[in-house]
């Protein structure tokens, strides 16, 4: 039973085009996240969303946009698809975000974007 | 602003040896620090997760240490093996759960 789980797995399109990708935990955790793997396989966090609340947006361009339908699911909109928009993308849930401590974050399995 | 350096880059060994991966930050005001594995095309695993009071923690043939005054963390891997090939990460985390990634140390241990 897969505890966080992205769909598509792998991507194709070409510039221009808007897609989605959806992530969903089975966790009951309150906190989601968007990490990008760029081509030199270097992990940034893009977004983070606590009960459906956006916490964090680390400067990402405003075609990505997070949709938070209810505290299980995470999507990520982007529109007018780049060539350097190509990566991985990797969903994450974590019990809580608050302050005065960490929480575990447990990863999907990466959405492949590849634009042509 | 947060900065996470892991050395080696790369690190090929052969089967049996006991080896060490480093992992240095710039910002201590950390909650917690967080080792992964990353399989080639696969998601991260979490290997061991160190609050920032503890100063070490260990999960079978592998023990992570956690020094936050220097800035440190060294992941210890006893006895490797071929299955342990792998991209090893580390990431720090602070404010609003955020994880801050090194750039990864890739593993290749030959049987």
């Known amino acids: 039973d897969t505890a966080v789980s992205q769909t598509p797995k792998y991507l194709v399109t070409q510039m221009g085009n808007d897609k989605s990708i959806k992530c969903e935990q089975n966790?009951?955790?309150?906190?989601m996240y968007w990490y990008k793997q760029d081509s030199k396989k270097f992990l940034k966090i893009m977004f983070s969303y606590n009960n459906k609340e956006l916490i964090i947006n680390e400067t990402v361009p405003n075609r990505f946009s997070p949709k938070s339908p209810d505290k299980a699911h995470l999507n990520l909109h982007i529109n007018s698809l780049e060539l350097g928009d190509s990566a991985v993308y990797f969903c994450?849930?974590?019990?809580?975000w608050g302050t005065g401590r960490s929480w575990e974050q447990y990863f999907g399995p990466g959405t492949r974007l590849t634009v042509t | 602003k947060q900065e996470v350096t892991q050395i080696p880059a790369a690190l090929s060994v052969p089967e049996g040896e006991n080896l060490v991966l480093n992992c240095s930050f710039t910002?201590?005001?950390?909650?917690?620090l967080q080792w992964f594995r990353q399989d080639p095309g696969k998601g991260l695993t979490s290997l061991l997760l160190i609050q920032s009071s503890q100063r070490e923690q260990t999960s079978g043939r592998l023990n992570a240490s956690l020094d936050k005054s220097s800035g440190r963390s060294t992941l210890y891997i006893a006895a490797s093996q071929p299955g342990d090939s792998a991209t090893y990460l580390c990431?720090?985390?602070?404010?609003?759960?955020?994880?801050?990634f090194g750039a990864g140390t890739i593993l290749r241990v030959k049987s």
């Open positions: 990431a720090v985390v602070g404010y609003g759960n955020k994880l801050v």
């Open positions: 966790l009951g955790h309150d906190t």
């Open positions: 994450a849930s974590s019990q809580s």
């Open positions: 910002d201590s005001a950390i909650y917690n």
